[in-house]
Structure formats: structure tokens, C-alpha cells
């Protein structure tokens, strides 16, 4: 049986949406288009060859 008192203890109330929404957007998390913009520009960089990222057997 579900003892309600302990389950109450046990309760943390969520963040109000301000609250959530700075506490995501304070941490520096990196997207696709990050990802996608940081290989491209080591693609371009005329010193890389791309050649060499290839797994040879």
C-alpha cells in the first residue's frame, strides 16, 4: 500500500519555466549544426587531407 506521508517527503518540486529555461540555456551544449559547422571547417582547411580520416584494412 502506498504510504502518502513518505511519498510527500520524498516530493521536489519542479522548476517554474524561467527557472528551467536559464538553467538549459546557461549550459553550452553543442547541436548538429554545431557539429556540422566544425566538420566542414576542418574539411575545408586547406592543410587537412581528407584521405587520412579513412580507416585503411
Not at 516530493?11 to 557539429?35: K, M, N, R
Amino acid at each position: 500500500m502506498i504510504n502518502f506521508e513518505e511519498e510527500l517527503k520524498k516530493f521536489y518540486p519542479s522548476l517554474e519555466l524561467e527557472e528551467a529555461q536559464e538553467a538549459i540555456a546557461g549550459q553550452d551544449l553543442s547541436d548538429v549544426t554545431d557539429i556540422l559547422v566544425a566538420m566542414l571547417a576542418e574539411g575545408n582547411d586547406p592543410g587537412s587531407n581528407p584521405r587520412s580520416r579513412r580507416v585503411r584494412r
